[in-house]
Antibody, heavy 119, light 110 residues
Framework: QVQLVESGGGLVKPGGSLRLSCVAS????????MTWIRQAPGRGLEWVSY????????KYADSVKGRFTISRDNAKNSLYLQMNSLRAEDTAVYHC????????????WGQGTLVTVSS | QSALTQPASVSGSPGQSITISCTGTSSDVGGFNYVSWYQHHPGKAPKLMISDVNNRPSGVSNRFSGSKSGNTASLTISGLQAEDEADYYC??????????FGGGTKLTVL
């Protein structure tokens, strides 16, 4: 069965950096788009970024563009999110999610990892 | 781009039917048949309930159905059960090749 397990969350000061990881299993990782989606406390879901199956194309929400970088290692079945210049408003649970084969439409999600940006 | 518009809450009694709406624009909901619905129990991974407006993934109860008219998509849950109590989110692909979510709807089973 499809499993997505995130890690790397934690407490970081404003302006700091953090790298999230997501390990996938139960499917051919290299065949699918992968996506990061976040949920701030008391708020709804917000799409953050996605990356094409080959890794050759990425897209970002305006709120994180220039600060976050999505990447993947298909040999390790792993997805990453490098987050720099973190702000208080980036505080959220970050979910890794599987997209489709040719569009980033999400089907399976991980449980998420909490990122808290606070001094 | 603003979030898709969903009612903040809906409620119904066991056995009843409820419908949750999701309103966007011609750049997202109205422009594609790529509307998805997710069920989210807090602390758990969200679960896909409907894809491509009205496609029910394997294993999802046939009490869940989706539809779309113009810029508004809808999720209908019939024969409400206590286990359906959760947050529900719609999502759509957009003309900017991004994804957009609704603000979420809290379903209470009375």
């Amino acid at each position: 069965q499809v499993q997505l397990v995130e890690s790397g969350g934690g407490l970081v000061k404003p302006g700091g950096s953090l790298r999230l990881s997501c390990v996938a299993s139960g499917f051919t990782f290299s065949d699918y788009y992968m996506t990061w989606i976040r949920q701030a406390p008391g708020r709804g879901l917000e799409w953050v970024s996605y990356i094409r199956s080959s890794g050759g194309y990425t897209k970002y929400a305006d709120s994180v563009k220039g600060r976050f970088t999505i990447s993947r290692d298909n040999a390790k079945n792993s997805l990453y999110l490098q987050m720099n210049s973190l702000r208080a408003e980036d505080t959220a649970v970050y979910h890794c999610a599987r997209g489709g084969g040719w569009l980033p439409l999400v089907d399976y999600w991980g449980q998420g990892t909490l990122v808290t940006v606070s001094s | 781009q603003s979030a898709l518009t969903q009612p903040a809450s809906v409620s119904g009694s066991p056995g009843q039917s409820i419908t949750i709406s999701c309103t966007g624009t011609s750049s997202d909901v109205g422009g594609f048949n790529y509307v998805s619905w997710y069920q989210h129990h807090p602390g758990k991974a969200p679960k896909l309930m409907i894809s491509d407006v009205n496609n029910r993934p394997s294993g999802v109860s046939n009490r869940f159905s989706g539809s779309k008219s113009g810029n508004t998509a809808s999720l209908t849950i019939s024969g409400l059960q206590a286990e359906d109590e959760a947050d529900y989110y719609c999502s759509s692909y957009t003309t900017s090749t991004t994804l957009i979510f609704g603000g979420g709807t809290k379903l209470t089973v009375l």
